[in-house]
């Protein structure tokens, strides 16, 4: 009995939700996107089903792209909502703020569409956001204010020899990517790195600044590239 329940299934569904989301992806990647309609996907030659059949697999267009880890169109205003309750879910499962790399898992986990960077960019840092979230709870500020994006003027100078020094006692003298550790290897040269580049307007600042190997740091520029 078991079996014809599956093969119906299989006539039913005969690409996997896996296939679609690869296939989404493949769009993205290939059209450099992080959103798409309905009509592109449609229009696209290589698509693998109609956008009709993904609705009916995924319940909407929305928690498709979602899936795939890509961004469902709906407005800044919602997406800001979003990540605050995002936040606030994380902290709360957690019992504290979560630090970045916390954050990042929990938005990988529950494929959100929005990554720390997003919340950089929105709020100069997750840990800004936290105070916002304290400050309203005690009645500072209003709490419409968590869902407009902060203005900060980013502080694009070189990185001072105190601010290098605090990043790399932070990180413990020690790559955060591989871990290369100049006290064991003489070789090992480590930089402070800006996480998201000043020319993306990230800031000179402890929470955008990382300690990574001369390797690590050049491997990731490429990636940029
Ligand atoms: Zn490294």
């Known amino acids: 009995m078991a079996d014809y329940t599956f093969k119906l299934d299989e006539l039913r569904n005969r690409h996997s939700k896996s296939e679609i989301v690869g296939s989404l992806k493949r769009y993205a990647e290939e059209h450099k ?22 609705i009916r697999i995924f319940g909407s267009w929305g928690k498709a792209l979602q899936a795939a880890g890509l961004r469902s169109q709906r407005t800044k205003k919602l997406q800001l909502r979003d990540m605050v309750d995002a936040f606030k879910a994380c902290w709360k499962k957690l019992d504290a703020p979560p630090s970045r790399k916390q954050l990042e898992a929990y938005l990988e986990e529950h494929k959100y569409p929005f990554r ?8 100069g840092g997750h840990l800004r956001l936290a105070q916002m979230i304290v400050d ?31 990043v790399l006692k932070r990180d413990q003298c020690r790559c955060v990517k591989c871990g290369a550790d100049p006290k064991r290897d003489k070789s090992v040269r480590l930089e402070v790195d800006h996480i998201i580049p000043a020319s993306k307007k990230g800031q000179a600042a402890m929470e955008n600044l990382q300690t990574l190997c001369f390797e690590c740091n050049r491997g990731k520029s490429n990636d940029d590239d």
């Open 33 to 54: 996107v992080y959103t798409l309609s309905c009509r592109e996907y449609d229009g696209w030659k290589h698509r693998l089903v109609s956008t009709w059949t993904i």
């Open 136 to 166: 309203v709870q005690q009645g500072r500020i209003a709490e419409s204010t968590l869902y407009r994006r902060v203005k900060h003027a980013p502080d694009r100078g070189p990185i001072s020899p105190k601010l290098r020094a605090a």
């Open 116 to 123: 720390w960077a997003s919340y950089y960019s929105a709020y």
